[in-house]
């Protein structure tokens, strides 16, 4: 799971991360949750990412939510990423929206997406 990498993006589904991963221009691991996230594997989850820098970037409706709650408890220290609720999911934001967002967190983007 570590590649080495510091930076870490948690997101709902498989589709988010292939929406975000072409406009980030550093090294960062992206992980899904497909959703909901068992206990057991939120303590692997809590397990493998200490010491790194933890951002969460959820669809903006009742199961985002539900999963930001969770990751509020476990990782107190995450950084949390919000779309538009206009767009709803992180798969259909704009890739110029998605960019902002995760350069507004110091996460280096690839130019030609701000």
Known sequence: MNDGNEKV??????SDKRKVLPII????DIICTNGTI???KMDELVEQLVNRDVYILV???EAGEKLRKQFRRE???AEHLYIDRNYREVA???????ASVLFGADIDVYT???
């Open 9 to 14: 993006i948690i997101v709902e589904g498989t």
């Open 25 to 28: 221009r550093e090294p960062v």
């Open 38 to 40: 068992s206990f057991s």
């Open 59 to 61: 669809d903006a409706d």
């Open 75 to 77: 990782f107190p220290d």
């Open 92 to 98: 259909s934001a704009p890739d110029q929206h998605l």
């Open 112 to 114: 030609e997406y701000l």
